[in-house]
């Protein structure tokens, strides 16, 4: 059985410093908001000692056959993401990739991607690209499978000389997959990967000292194939692995495709699910992964495709994953979340009106694109981390878990970003703090801080009923903004739903909305 509905209430936060906090709610009980749900509960919140560690940059993973590198509409939507990091050319397909050509060798590619139209990318198309989106950093991920380490490294040369500097580099794209004949054909055995790449590494680590050389690594699975079971042994312990300086994994969990979750036991199981892939990862990585390698998660998402894609379970799911995974891979360095674009129907962050996710390369730059709500809520916390100097980690009394069965799940999540960089600047001046709080429980909760005052802006949807339905679209979140400060109060609200908010001479309480992400600044 699932664990009880939480009854929680928020009360003094003493401990935080807030000039921007993200507050995410999340609902565990499903049926009618009533009046009930709008009782507000406490829960203290403070920072914990000596938890300071480096923030990993964040960005939404790239598959560029299907996205227009020259496609000034999206690269406009890309920089209100808070993406810092981007990868070339990214999934399957860069396993086939002629970096010359900016597509994928047709001769060769086994992607399936050599019938779609052409929407080339070479390096210096790559760096318009990232200039344009204001990232600053780019994963290159080599052709290792197909191409010649020459080639390659002329390839990295070429990027060089465009602009980009060489300073991630990933050897190839999920060479444990057993279901692709032509891996299985050059590599049958995870040691046949590692000693092909130890020239490799040895190369690029010659000729570019300061880039970091990502091996490829297998993520925590609940059952695994021999292959898997031995890879991260075979591979990242082998004399390749001991001169890389990264390692990467693909992280995919299995989400119910059954939208039925008419139960609190249902959500509450879907969202305790991210609790069991973020830390089985880490206990993983922990085990099997030689602790000098930074930790690169280049790939994050769900299986299978379903009801639930893009409704807003979808989107706290993916949102509990990555505040999750921080504290689960103290390594962590990269995290991107599949995908920017994509054909697959789990996973873009982003689409458009007119063509859906994948627009056609003749009308690149002619029409708009709008977050998905798994878009916008990562935008929120990718935007509130943007630049930051560190994360500490807070710790919540109580945090009661989800799921009686997951007892590593908590209702409340959170970091404080130190001397961020917003984004938005929405009253941030450079330097200051921003905190990321999620709360898992259903009610409204009242927040109380001591001394502050500022601006709580929320996201959420109007109904209870809406976190899982289809279709859902951006436009259709709900969204409110409060004043909030010691002395006195006035409010403000873009859509129906109200944010209470009161005040006395030394404390400031917000009434926050369930299934809710929202910031205070």
């Not at 290159?140 to 002329?154: F, G, K, N, W």
């Not at 990862?281 to 000098?292: E, K, L, V, W, Y």
Request: proline share 7%; net charge negative.
């Amino acid at each position: 059985s699932m664990h009880a509905r939480h009854e929680l209430t928020m009360t003094s936060i003493t401990s935080v410093s807030c000039s921007r906090v993200l507050l995410i709610f999340f609902s565990s009980a499903w049926h009618s908001i009533s009046a009930e749900l709008r009782t507000p509960f406490h829960v203290a919140v403070d920072a914990v000692a000596d938890s300071s560690r480096f923030v990993p940059l964040f960005g939404l993973g790239s598959e560029l056959v299907w996205q227009s590198s020259n496609d000034t509409k999206l690269m406009q939507a890309i920089t209100q993401t808070g993406s810092t990091m981007a990868r070339y050319p990214g999934g399957t397909p860069s396993d086939y990739w002629d970096w010359k050509a900016g597509w994928v060798n047709r001769s060769s590619d086994r992607s399936g991607c050599r019938q779609l139209p052409v929407r080339p990318s070479t390096p210096t198309q790559w760096r318009q690209f990232l200039t344009d989106s204001a990232i600053n950093n780019s994963i290159i991920v080599l052709c290792q499978l197909t191409c010649s380490l020459h080639y390659e490294l002329e390839g990295l040369r070429a990027h060089e000389k465009a602009g980009t500097p060489i300073k991630y580099v990933e050897l190839g794209n999920e060479m444990y997959d057993e279901s692709r004949p032509d891996v299985m054909q050059r590599y049958p055995t995870p040691k046949a990967y590692a000693d092909a790449m130890l020239p490799w590494v040895t190369a690029i680590r010659g000729q570019f000292p300061d880039a970091s050389v990502a091996l490829i690594g297998m993520r925590w699975n609940a059952h695994d194939t021999p292959r898997s079971a031995s890879w991260n042994t075979d591979v990242l312990k082998s004399p390749a692995g001991t001169l890389a300086t990264a390692a990467t994994i693909h992280i995919y969990c299995p989400f119910d495709t059954d939208n039925n979750v008419s139960t609190a036991d249902n959500v509450a199981h879907h969202l305790a699910g991210a609790a069991t892939y973020a830390f089985n990862n880490g206990d993983n990585a922990r085990s099997t992964i030689p602790s000098h390698l930074d930790l690169w998660i280049t790939e994050m998402g769900v299986y299978p495709a379903g009801s639930l894609d893009q409704t807003w379970l979808h989107a706290l799911f993916y949102g509990a994953m990555v505040m999750q995974l921080p504290a689960a891979l103290p390594r962590l360095k990269v995290l991107t979340p599949y995908c920017l674009l994509c054909a697959d129907p789990t996973a873009p962050t982003f689409t458009t009106h007119e063509y859906g996710p994948i627009v056609p390369p003749a009308a690149a730059g002619t029409v708009d694109f709008v977050p998905t709500p798994t878009g916008a809520l990562l935008a929120v916390i990718f935007g509130a981390a943007h630049n930051a100097r560190a994360m500490s980690s807070l710790s919540f009394s109580p945090n009661p878990v989800l799921t009686k069965e997951e007892d590593r799940s908590r209702t409340f999540l959170g970091w404080t970003f130190e001397k961020a960089q917003p984004l938005s600047g929405e009253g941030v001046p450079a330097g200051d703090n921003a905190t990321v709080v999620m709360n898992l429980g259903r009610q409204d909760a009242a927040l109380t801080f001591a001394m502050v005052t500022a601006t709580v802006s929320c996201t959420s949807v109007p109904t209870v009923s809406d976190v899982v339905r289809h279709g859902l679209t951006s436009a259709e979140l709900q969204r409110s903004v409060v004043q909030c400060s010691g002395a006195h109060s006035s409010g403000r609200q873009s859509r129906a739903r109200s944010t209470p908010v009161t005040d006395t001479s030394t404390t400031c309480t917000a009434q926050i909305p369930g299934y809710s992400i929202c910031t205070l600044t």
